[in-house]
């Protein structure tokens, strides 16, 4: 028994063959029951729509009455179709006056926050107040005539480095 596992470890090739011989046979009792009768065959999506498409047809031409309905069944329809309609708009009132108050809600709050953004934004806006300091505000030739008294007031331009001013 010794010597038949070792000439099998000793030819990897045969032991390929004999696991590709038992795939194909695992691979064929698969297709045999999937061939069963018993099982209902596959069908394309479009051929199902069809299908169903037909039976719809179908059982709307056998739910047509063939002789008129009596006048008090359309009565009492209606009554019912009444009560439904008066049903549904009084949910629909009280779902409206609903959310009319969430509204009414809804503007108060943000009138309050509006308000008190207010408030602070005046309290910081003050000009006595250390956190708001209004600073110095340049205008162009202000600008342009600090620009000149920087160059006339600093070193020559010869003596400034020429790394510096091309940064």
Do not use: C, H
Request: glycine share 6%; aromatic share 6%.
């Amino acid at each position: 028994m010794g010597d038949f596992i070792d000439f099998f470890l000793k030819n990897p090739f045969l032991i390929i063959v004999l696991i590709g011989i038992l795939t194909s046979m695992l691979g064929k009792k698969k297709q045999q029951q999937q061939n069963d009768p018993n099982t209902p065959p596959k069908k394309k999506w479009q051929e199902v729509m069809r299908e169903l498409q037909g039976e719809m047809q179908q059982g709307n031409q056998q739910q047509r009455p063939a002789a008129p309905a009596p006048v008090r069944k359309v009565e009492q329809q209606a009554a019912q179709a009444v009560e439904v309609i008066d049903e549904t708009t009084n949910d629909a009132n009280k779902r409206i006056a609903e959310l009319r108050r969430i509204q009414q809600k809804y503007d108060q709050e943000r009138l309050y926050q509006k308000a008190k953004a207010d408030k602070i934004t005046s309290a910081i806006s003050d000009n006595s107040s250390p956190v708001y300091r209004k600073g110095p505000s340049f205008g162009k030739k202000q600008l342009i005539d600090g620009i000149i008294m920087s160059e006339v007031l600093g070193p020559p331009r010869a003596k400034r480095s020429l790394q510096r001013s091309r940064r």
